[in-house]
């Protein structure tokens, strides 16, 4: 019996090591954003996120000036050894010190010791910038120069919720209805209906483009709410069909036939027994539409464009960086800023999110 | 067919003394509504360089007022705030609303959009190529059927009408107007250090090369190259390969290149390689070496010129650049001469890069924004913010913001050979894509020259 258990617990261990690993590993990209997007946009072009550890690293002692006229091509002499200029461009080390150019033109030469070190330089300027928006600098005629603001994530931030809470409301709600319909209901055709909308799922989008966009046109729904909404419900019926259809579907019968025993409409059991019976599963599929929607690009892009009053965030991150990317170091603030979101969404939700996934599977 | 279409005049006749004729003849009906605000000084006064009964005239006299244009782009942010503050004048006077939308993604999305029937009214163009499909599509409403040809050679030089000058679904279309262009030959150095070491602008390929050699031997790579662009990785080198061309070869030779007619695998084009490969693949002659070039990312590649001391100190880039400058740099501290002669023959050129407005509805509010573009007036106080040079006539040179932008308008109406960047004109197949992609190839040293040619040209195919 205490074998057993010493197993279970030894299993439990490696168990909980190679999450800890994995977790480890999926999550240092994030970090590394993290601490990018509190550095200024030089530091980060010169050394690397981890150097905010504490790491040992050379560390100038002393500056030698060479003679004026020392020839690089020539093997070069430093207290009293020769090395070539390669050795020295790349760093030469010689017991506890290393030698390396400072600046070779005036012949200034670093004298190194490694010591503990950390990079402690840290700004909250891309998070300024993200958010208040960019300052541009143009200049005036009279030599002066004139600070222009841009708009900041404001704006877009709410368009964003605009979009994404009605796209993801409208959708579940059409389908928990089709899924009860093709769960519980008779009616002809049902399993061809049905056998149609699962093939849907493996329509691209991207073919579906310029045929919607023309109808949009002549509908004059382009770059409305109304057809961002209608596109993204669209898009995702097919598999919130399917995945409200699987757990509707897993519901025990008996339920619905002594609720129409005593005479419950289809509408009644609807919203009476299944909605409060699936919340695990609408939950998690809220956390899926919702995140997609937040994250989508390419369906914003195409129905409603970048005009001010409907750009959506992902949008907006992407012309951050500026006509020709000079801004690219606002994006790592960017990302975290758009991220906060979903991460709210995914916290307040996930408690129903595991058993959601598994909601279909185990049952049975 | 291409080859027609691209053929540019080669003189550009000097224009400079003209400039003044466009700002003082005001005498359109627009001069009643003139604007109070009249910021920092600049003379706010519309001049009305067509007839009484043109758009822009009607347009100020209030004939479209609270009518919408929509136009479509690929600039944002900075160009964004630029572009807007030099068509608020033009609103306000005539109550037209201009809205700009801007776009990372506009190559991917213009397509999409004039396809699905939702074109915007005007789009901007910064690669003719690209245009070119939906003029033969027949998309694109022909400039000229609201522009007379006296009017149009009056604000641009034949060589920019012959750009704009494309095949339609049936004849020759003018597809669109010039809006702006940028000088791209140009070699920018940090102006302090490099008089302080005593070194002299290079007026020569030889005195160039001893320049370089002399920055070698003092200590520091000469240059700073970086070809990194995300997914247009490779676009610089494609710069650098067309500077190269035009001087050690004929414009038609160029013209021949940029249609397909001269395939990559010729020997005048791999003499051109070549010759940026003596700088490019010398360690010492780059910073960094051969190898970082592919991975520094070309608005970075400018930045070790101003580190105290420099660490680099010429870098070959379009007048754009100077948007990548570390901040609080001075006016006085840096500057540029324009890439030297390789061949005395082939004098010294000038390579371009514009952006073209294209007009997809026909309304007269539309005709209107479109004519005022083709005035410099709808560029002024772009040009004073600085980053443009203007394509079209009448524009005062003393509107340039600086020495060194106002130079380059000076470079470019005084060079005799001018031409557009290639890379722009080629089908996308190979001007965005084969093109980039050989070069990047061959400058991270995964293919040598032949090959890389055989790469680039495969994709006309």
Redesign the interface.
């Known amino acids: 019996m205490a074998k057993r258990r010493s197993k279970l617990k030894k299993s439990k261990w490696l168990v909980n090591a190679v999450l800890a690993v994995i977790c480890l590993v999926w999550s240092i990209p994030t970090i590394g954003l993290l601490v990018s997007s509190f550095r200024p946009a030089a530091d980060i072009l010169q050394s690397g996120w981890w150097n905010v550890l504490p790491h040992r690293e050379w560390q100038t002692v002393e500056q030698l000036t060479l003679p004026r006229d020392t020839d690089l091509r020539e093997p070069i002499d430093v207290k009293g050894q020769t090395y070539t200029d390669d050795q020295l461009r790349a760093g030469v080390t010689v017991g506890d010190e290393r030698y390396i150019w400072e600046n070779r033109r005036a012949r200034l030469l670093n004298v190194q010791e490694k010591h503990w070190g950390a990079i402690t330089n840290f700004t909250t300027q891309n998070y300024e910038a993200v958010l208040g928006g960019k300052e541009y600098k143009i200049a005036l005629p009279d030599g002066g120069t004139k600070t222009e603001k841009g708009s900041g994530m404001g704006q877009s931030f709410w368009n964003t919720m605009a979009v994404t809470v009605p796209a993801t409301v409208i959708p579940i709600l059409i389908a928990s209805f089709a899924a009860y319909a093709f769960a519980w209901l008779r009616f002809p055709g049902r399993r061809s209906i049905f056998v149609i909308i699962i093939a849907l799922l493996v329509v691209p989008i991207q073919v579906a483009l310029i045929p919607i966009l023309k109808d949009y046109t002549s509908l004059g729904l382009n770059g409305t709410y109304a057809g961002i909404w209608l596109a993204h419900a669209a898009f995702g019926l097919p598999l919130i069909t399917y995945f409200m259809y699987n757990a509707i579907s897993q519901l025990p019968k008996d339920l619905f036939e002594s609720a129409f025993m005593d005479g419950a409409t289809n509408f009644t059991i609807f919203s009476r027994l299944i909605l409060p019976l699936t919340v695990p599963a609408l939950a998690s599929i809220s956390i899926f539409q919702f995140l997609w929607v937040w994250n989508d690009y390419l369906v914003s892009l195409i129905f409603l464009g970048s005009q001010p009053e409907v750009q959506v965030m992902s949008m907006k991150i992407a012309n951050l960086v500026g006509s020709r990317g000079n801004d690219w170091h606002l994006l790592t603030a960017a990302a975290f800023i758009s991220m906060l979101t979903p991460l709210a969404v995914f916290f307040a939700l996930q408690k129903y999110f595991v058993r959601g996934l598994l909601g279909g599977s185990v049952k049975g | 067919m291409f080859g027609t279409v691209l053929a540019l005049s080669a003189a550009l006749s000097a224009c400079g003394g003209n400039n003044e004729t466009n700002n003082t003849g005001n005498t359109g009906g627009g001069t009643n509504t003139t604007d109070t605000t009249n910021?920092?000084?600049?003379n706010t006064t519309t001049p009305d360089t067509a007839a009484g009964d043109s758009y822009v005239a009607k347009a100020l006299n209030g004939d479209y007022k609270g009518t919408k244009v929509t136009m479509f782009g690929?600039?944002?942010?900075?160009?964004e705030?630029?572009f807007n503050?030099s068509i608020k004048e033009f609103e306000d006077k005539t109550g037209i609303d201009i809205?700009y939308?801007?776009?990372?993604?506009f190559e991917a999305?213009i397509s999409?959009?004039v396809?699905?029937?939702?074109a915007p009214d005007i789009a901007d163009f910064p690669q003719p190529g690209l245009l070119k499909g939906f003029v033969k599509d027949g998309k694109v409403i022909d400039v000229k059927s609201f522009l007379t040809d006296d009017y149009l050679k009056k604000q641009y030089n034949q060589s920019w009408l012959d750009m704009a000058t494309m095949p339609g679904a049936s004849g020759d279309v003018y597809a669109g107007v010039w809006a702006r262009s940028s000088v791209k030959s140009l070699v920018w150095y940090n102006k302090k250090a490099f008089d302080e070491?005593g070194y002299k602008v290079p007026t020569t390929w030889d005195e160039l090369m001893t320049l370089t050699d002399q920055i070698a031997?003092?200590?520091?790579p000469a240059w700073s190259i970086g070809i990194e662009?995300?997914t247009a990785t490779g676009w610089p080198a494609t710069d650098w390969i067309e500077d190269i061309m035009l001087r050690t070869t004929t414009p038609e030779n160029y013209d021949k290149w940029v249609s397909g007619e001269l395939p990559f695998t010729d020997p005048v084009v791999k003499n051109a390689v070549k010759k940026m490969s003596d700088i490019w693949f010398n360690d010492d002659y780059v910073y960094g070496g051969r190898k970082s070039i592919a991975t520094t990312?070309f608005?970075?590649a400018v930045?070790p010129l101003f580190d105290n001391?420099p660490k680099a100190w010429l870098h070959r880039q379009a007048g754009?650049i100077t948007?990548?400058f570390?901040e609080g740099l001075s006016a006085d501290s840096f500057d540029w001469f324009p890439l030297p002669p390789i061949d005395a023959q082939y004098g010294q050129p000038a390579l371009i890069s514009g952006d073209i407005y294209a007009m997809f509805n026909d309304r007269p509010e539309v005709r209107a924004v479109m004519e005022f573009f083709t005035t410099a007036d709808s560029l002024k106080?772009w040009i004073?913010?600085?980053g443009v040079t203007a394509p079209m006539n009448g524009a005062d040179p003393s509107?340039y913001?600086n020495d060194q932008e106002k130079r380059m308008a000076e470079f470019l109406s005084s060079a005799k050979t001018i031409r557009f960047d290639g890379s722009d004109l080629m089908p996308g197949a190979v001007g965005a894509g084969s093109f980039w992609k050989g070069m990047t190839d061959y400058v991270s040293g995964t293919v040598d020259l032949d090959k890389a040619m055989e790469e680039i040209q495969a994709g006309w195919k």
């Open positions: 910021q920092g000084g600049t690929p600039f944002t942010d900075a160009d705030q630029k503050a809205a939308e801007g776009s990372k993604e999305t999409v959009r396809n699905g029937g939702n070491a031997k003092d200590g520091d662009s995300g990312s608005g970075d930045k001391p754009f948007s990548f570390p106080t004073q913010s600085g509107w913001a």
